[in-house]
Nanobody, 125 residues
Framework: QVQLVESGGGLVQAGASLRLSCAAS????????MAWFRQAPGKEREFVAA????????VYADSMKGRFTISRDNAKNTLYLQMNSLKPEDTAVYLC??????????????????WGQGTQVTVSS
């Protein structure tokens, strides 16, 4: 089992950057395939990006390609999401999630057994 705690969210203007972090408990972080999802008010939870145990390969939702970068540091038990050129439509709660066996498709939230509480990102125009 793994516990996940996100941080790094905040209120920014359009065009700004933010880096989210997800700290994982336990010594088995490196055995989990990890991902970021987001959820805006009144909308379905949406896949953002995923990363394998070793850091490669990575998978992105089409709308995030080129702006967001997912990475991990297994020595620090931490997952990251670097977000650049933020837009008002990126406003959402961002959640990290752990997939114990690398179940596919990686964008399917049902394949992730463990979730953090989320961190709010608000982008003003």
């Amino acid at each position: 089992q793994v516990q996940l705690v996100e941080s790094g969210g905040g209120l920014v203007q359009a065009g700004a950057s933010l880096r989210l972090s997800c700290a994982a408990s336990g010594r088995t972080f490196r055995s989990y395939f990890m991902a970021w999802f987001r959820q805006a008010p009144g909308k379905e939870r949406e896949f953002v990006a995923a990363i394998s145990w070793s850091g490669e390969p990575t998978v992105y939702a089409d709308s995030m390609k080129g702006r967001f970068t997912i990475s991990r540091d297994n020595a620090k038990n931490t997952l990251y999401l670097q977000m650049n050129s933020l837009k008002p439509e990126d406003t959402a709660v961002y959640l990290c999630a752990a997939n114990a066996n690398g179940y596919r498709p990686y964008a399917d939230r049902r394949n992730y057994a463990y979730w953090g509480q989320g961190t709010q990102v608000t982008v003003s125009s």
